[in-house]
C-alpha cells in the first residue's frame, strides 16, 4: 500500500515568516514529487515539482527532496495571508500514472 | 494559459440516477485522468485515460463508472447509479506525458447526491 503522510495541521506562522511543511512516502521507487496548493473548495494548483535530491527555488518557494530519507518538503519564505491554504504533497507511483496523494497540510498564514 | 475546463460546476442528482461529468483537457495533452475528493479527505485517484482507452484504474472506480473521450476534445465520466458516498468533487486531470510528468487539474464539478 502507497503512502503519502502530511502533519495535517493547522500550521500557524506570522506574515514575513518561512512556513515549512513536511511529507514522508512509503514506496522507494517514486521517482517524481509535487506540491499542490489547494484553497478551500477549489481545485488543486500545481506550484512546485522535483525528480531529484536536493534543493529546487522557485520565487519564495523551496522544494527539497531526500530520497534516501524518503522525505520531501516545502519551504515557503516571506510568508503572505494570501499563502493560506492546504498544501498537498502528491507523489508519483512508479508502476503507473497516477499520483498518490497525501492529506494535505493546512497552512495558516496571519498578519 | 491554456486549463483543464470542467462542467457542470455543481451537479444535484437523486440516488440511483446516472451523471455524467464532463472535462475538457488541455489541448496538447496526451493523457487523462479523473480524482475525487470526498470532503474532507484526501484526493484520491480514480481512473487514467490514454490512446483511447483505461490505462489504469483503482479499485474506486468499479462498473458504476466509465469513461469516455466522445470526440477530440471531451472526456466524459459517467456513474451509471449514483449512491449517497459519491458526493465529493471530481476533478480531471491531464498531462503531456504519463507517470511523473505534471498534472493539471480542472475546476472540479461538486456532486451532491440525496
Known amino acids: 500500500q502507497k503512502e503519502v503522510e502530511q502533519n495535517s495541521g493547522p500550521l500557524s506562522v506570522p506574515e514575513g515568516a518561512i512556513a515549512s511543511l513536511n511529507c514522508t512516502y512509503s514506496?522507494?521507487?517514486?521517482?517524481?514529487f509535487f506540491w499542490y496548493r489547494q484553497y478551500s473548495g477549489k481545485s488543486p494548483e500545481l506550484i512546485m515539482f522535483i525528480y531529484s535530491n536536493g534543493d529546487k527555488e522557485d520565487g519564495r518557494f523551496t522544494a527539497q527532496l531526500n530520497k534516501a530519507s524518503q522525505y520531501v518538503s516545502l519551504l515557503i519564505r516571506d510568508s503572505q495571508p494570501s499563502d493560506s491554504a492546504t498544501y498537498l504533497c502528491a507523489v508519483d507511483s512508479p508502476y503507473g500514472q497516477n499520483f498518490v496523494f497525501g492529506p494535505g497540510t493546512r497552512l495558516s498564514v496571519l498578519p | 494559459e491554456p486549463e483543464v475546463t470542467q462542467t457542470p460546476s455543481h451537479q444535484v442528482t437523486q440516488m440511483g440516477q446516472e451523471v455524467i461529468l464532463r472535462c475538457v483537457p488541455i489541448s496538447n495533452h496526451l493523457y487523462f485522468y479523473w480524482y475525487r475528493q470526498i470532503l474532507g479527505q484526501k484526493v484520491e485517484f480514480l481512473v487514467s485515460?490514454?490512446?483511447?482507452?483505461?490505462?489504469?484504474k483503482s479499485e474506486i472506480f468499479d462498473d458504476q463508472f466509465s469513461v469516455e473521450r466522445p470526440d477530440g476534445s471531451n472526456f466524459t465520466l459517467k456513474i451509471r447509479s449514483t449512491k449517497l458516498e459519491d458526493s465529493a468533487m471530481y476533478f480531471c486531470?491531464?498531462?503531456?506525458?504519463?507517470?511523473?510528468?505534471?498534472?493539471?487539474f480542472g475546476p472540479g464539478t461538486r456532486l451532491t447526491v440525496t
Open positions: 514506496d522507494r521507487g517514486s521517482q517524481s
Open positions: 486531470a491531464s498531462s503531456e506525458e504519463a507517470g511523473g510528468d505534471q498534472k493539471y
Open positions: 485515460f490514454y490512446n483511447n482507452e483505461i490505462s489504469e
